[in-house]
């Protein structure tokens, strides 16, 4: 029998001897590939957290002791250990997450997977055990590529200020983030690892000294109390003492008897304690060793011998931008691009191979990065800033008061907007059209389709003077959706025949297929509608409000929260017109969306053709029966 098959939680590990841990070490990788090619999933940094995963659980005692993962999709090993080995339906509905969460198991703390925030959690549990005089221990285990966030060094700053407060820090460093890690923090930990050859010297030295008559041990004793100083002339860790953090380390990833010898002597301090493990990205499986872009960060399904994917779609929406990010930076000397340690998946790994003199990777620090654009755009340049859709929520407070408070040229633009679905609630990109409607002077654009992204995109890096956001999906970009004419500056897609109509339609961005589909369903049904899109949602169109004024009910469609999206803007554009027409607003219910696909979350908030064209019909049928009843009823004197 299999050894991971006998693991239903962490304790069963206890019994098993250091070759046997080794055997499940092996088990757990072979598991990983197979369950992680036919469902997709972060298969590259799980593999390089195996041993890490299997040390932690046998020094620590989880769900006594907390043991928490910043971002949290390095968390696999952690559910198999910790009895969670169906991943058949892994990241689909009614399945695993893909990263910790509280409903599956008691073993998981933070659901939150937006990096950087592991050890401000750390910071909060810690101190909530002092208080309450428990003797739990906190283990916040956290990235490189996570520690280039700036949230991270203010905990530290004050995890730092505690010298008797129990926390161990894990830094698992395997140069990486999605790419290599980059920046000052990065080059310190890349010196940092040169110390394992003083480390292997002194080791095998130790031995040797010890078997030398008379002076052979106190020589070693010398050797050994001077250590630190070698240590600091090697390697300059005193960065973390410093701060008053204990360093141990550099420790070899997967090694998992030095794992616990380092981890259980952390756990004895009595004091925050960093524990640097080095550690390898992709580690046992060589198609994702030969992927330099990432080691199989995120993968699709894939073909488990060769790494390839099974399939493969058509063109997606990030590379359309990439593609024409290329052809900008060609005909225009001032655009530059910024990204957040995410150059490939936002689509800029082009750009940067085209303009590599070009292109600013801060790490994940979105802050600093919103920032640093509105010094760029100060100083002559036009930035454009890529990143997910739900991580420009952590910049908020940059967007408006440096860059659009300074009237900075700077276009942010916004991939995995709206629903993404199997990543769970934390990246669906649901917010930014509801939290930028506030921002003064800001203009948002949501194309419809690949040849609106390139115009948009266009017309959104034209303005030096406020920032400019183009938001699109992710995934594959469908056909294009011609316009049959314009009014202001919108595109009309449906025409409506009657002289009256009843419905216009306002469709926003990639919903416009689905727009067009619920006006031929309302068509059936006898309601004429026309459909039009906005293209720039913010500010709302001028023409829009003479337009709604000549149909008997506006409707608009977004893939937003509903919570101060595009619809509560058109409403207020009408009501500051005087325009005093039904508005019914569709989008996204203000709550936190469980995992599956975009189809399905989409079908269970009702986001679907035939579910708005039953209620709009619903809505079209009272209003008639209003006038109807208003018509028959006899004059009174």
Avoid at 73 to 82: A, E, G, M, N
Avoid at 141 to 161: F, R, S
Avoid at 450 to 468: G, I, M, N
Wanted: charged share 25%.
């Amino acid at each position: 029998m299999p050894l991971l098959t006998r693991i239903r939680g962490p304790r069963d590990l206890d019994r098993l001897s250091p070759e046997q841990l080794d055997q499940l070490a092996a088990e757990i990788r072979t598991f990983l590939v197979d369950a992680v090619s036919k469902t997709g999933g972060h298969l590259g940094p799980n593999l390089g957290v195996v041993e890490l995963t299997i040390a932690l659980h046998r020094v620590f005692e989880s769900p006594k002791d907390k043991v928490l993962w910043d971002t949290g999709h390095q968390s696999y090993v952690h559910k198999l250990l910790t009895g969670r080995q169906d991943f058949a339906k892994l990241k689909m509905k009614g399945g695993l997450s893909g990263y910790p969460s509280q409903a599956e198991s008691e073993h998981d703390v933070i659901e939150n997977s937006h990096a950087s925030t592991v050890l401000g959690w750390a910071d909060g549990l810690a101190k909530a055990n002092e208080v309450l005089k428990k003797d739990d221990h906190v283990v916040a285990v956290i990235g490189d590529g996570a520690l280039t966030g700036g949230m991270a060094w203010e905990a530290l700053n004050n995890i730092a200020a505690a010298k008797d407060r129990p926390l161990v820090i894990v830094v698992n460093d395997n140069e990486r983030s999605y790419a290599p890690t980059i920046g000052g923090l990065a080059n310190h930990l890349a010196t940092l690892r040169t110390t394992d050859g003083y480390e292997r010297f002194l080791a095998k030295g130790k031995d040797l000294l010890e078997r030398t008559p008379v002076v052979g041990k106190p020589l070693y004793e010398t050797l050994h109390g001077a250590k630190k100083g070698l240590k600091d002339f090697i390697a300059p860790q005193g960065m973390f003492e410093d701060l008053g953090l204990k360093y141990v380390g550099p420790i070899d990833g997967h090694d998992i008897e030095a794992l616990e010898s380092a981890l259980t002597r952390a756990k004895r301090f009595g004091g925050p304690v960093i524990v640097h493990c080095l550690t390898e990205k992709g580690r046992g499986y060589q198609p994702a060793l030969a992927d330099e872009a990432d080691r199989f960060h995120a993968v699709g399904k894939i073909h488990p011998d060769t790494g390839l994917p099974v399939s493969t779609s058509g063109l997606d929406w990030t590379s359309v931008f990439g593609e024409e990010m290329v052809k900008l930076g060609k005909e225009r000397a001032d655009i530059v691009a910024i990204t957040a340690a995410m150059l490939q998946p936002v689509g800029l790994d082009k750009f940067a191979k085209a303009f590599p003199e070009r292109v600013y990777d801060v790490g994940i620090a979105e802050q600093h990065a919103a920032v640093s654009a509105a010094g760029l755009a100060t100083g002559g340049l036009h930035p454009v800033f890529a990143v997910y859709a739900t991580f420009l929520n952590r910049a908020f407070d940059q967007v408006l008061m440096d860059v659009a408070l300074h009237k900075c040229g700077v276009t942010f633009v916004l991939d995995r907007a709206g629903v993404t679905g199997t990543d769970g609630a934390s990246h669906n990109g649901m917010w930014d059209m509801s939290i930028l409607q506030v921002v003064p002077g800001l203009r948002i654009a949501a194309p419809r389709d690949a040849d609106q992204v390139r115009a948009q995109l266009r017309e959104a890096v034209e303005v030096e003077d406020a920032p400019t956001v183009v938001r699109f999906s992710k995934g594959a970009v469908g056909p294009a959706v011609q316009a049959v004419g314009r009014i202001g500056g919108m595109d009309v897609l449906r025409r409506a025949e009657a002289e009256r109509p009843d419905v216009l339609l306002v469709s926003v961005g990639a919903l416009a297929p689905m727009c067009l589909e619920i006006a031929d369903l309302l068509d059936a049904q006898g309601i004429s509608t026309t459909v039009v899109d906005p293209r720039w949602v913010k500010p709302v169109d001028e023409a829009l409000a003479p337009l709604a004024e000549t149909h008997r009910v506006v409707v608009t469609v977004e893939d937003n929260s509903r919570v101060g999206g595009v619809g509560s803007a058109v409403a207020q554009a009408l009501r500051d017109a005087g325009v005093d027409v039904p508005l019914r607003d569709f989008g996204i219910p203000p709550r936190f969306l469980d995992h599956a696909s975009r189809k399905e979350v989409m079908a269970e908030i009702g986001l679907t053709a035939p579910d708005i064209a039953r209620q709009v019909t619903g809505l079209v049928a009272k209003l008639g029966g209003l006038e109807s009843e208003s018509a028959v009823e006899p004059a009174r004197d």
